[in-house]
């Protein structure tokens, strides 16, 4: 069984002392993915070096998994593989954000209460998930399927238009 992971991790402690996180975490533990989720059963695998690079706490790594996510056009299921590189410069400002190196994306951390690790790893699969999960095959037929017929609603003021012209031209 692989080494368990710790619920809460401080970026900076772990940064200082070059702590290596490698384990699995649950799907069940991702609260905010749930809602894509078409079987919520599985594991995360997880895998995070904690350093420094210059004057910067930063986070690398990896986040791998194999997600069933349910297809928004059929809701049948959609298998879709996760492989995500994790690159994150510890900044405790917006200010130190805009100083951060372009390889690294910011990790807001204000140094006073260790953040959760599943929070850290969720970001990763949300911005991993495509916004509409869809199979291929089904984007195809929607797009290539029959357009639905648009009727032209009538205009309401039409019939006082037509009053209207029949008055002037009765005068």
């Known amino acids: 069984m692989p080494p368990r992971l710790p619920e809460f ?21 991702l609260d905010r ?9 599985g594991n ?24 069933v996510l349910q297809c928004q056009l059929c809701l049948e299921p959609l298998p879709w593989a996760v492989r995500s590189q994790v690159s994150l410069g510890v900044v405790a400002s917006l200010e130190e954000a805009d100083r951060l190196s372009g390889c690294y994306e910011p990790l807001l951390f204000d140094g006073e209460a260790p953040i959760r690790l599943s929070d850290l790893v969720q970001d990763e699969l949300v911005l991993a998930i495509p916004p509409i999960p869809q199979h291929p095959d089904c984007r195809e037929a929607a797009h290539s399927g029959p357009r639905p017929v648009v009727r032209q609603r009538e205009n309401p003021f039409a019939v006082l238009a037509q009053l209207k012209n029949n008055d002037s031209k009765s005068s």
Do not use: H, N, Y
Not at 9 to 29: I, N
Not at 33 to 41: V, Y
Not at 55 to 64: F, I, K, L, N
């Open 44 to 67: 995360i695998r997880v895998e995070l070096d904690f350093g420094k690079d210059g004057r910067w706490s930063v986070v690398t790594g990896r986040v791998d998994g194999d997600l």
């Open 9 to 29: 991790v401080d970026p900076l402690d772990f940064a200082d002392k070059r702590r290596r996180l490698a384990g699995e975490m649950p799907l069940a533990l």
């Open 33 to 41: 993915i749930q809602e894509f989720l078409f079987e919520k059963a």
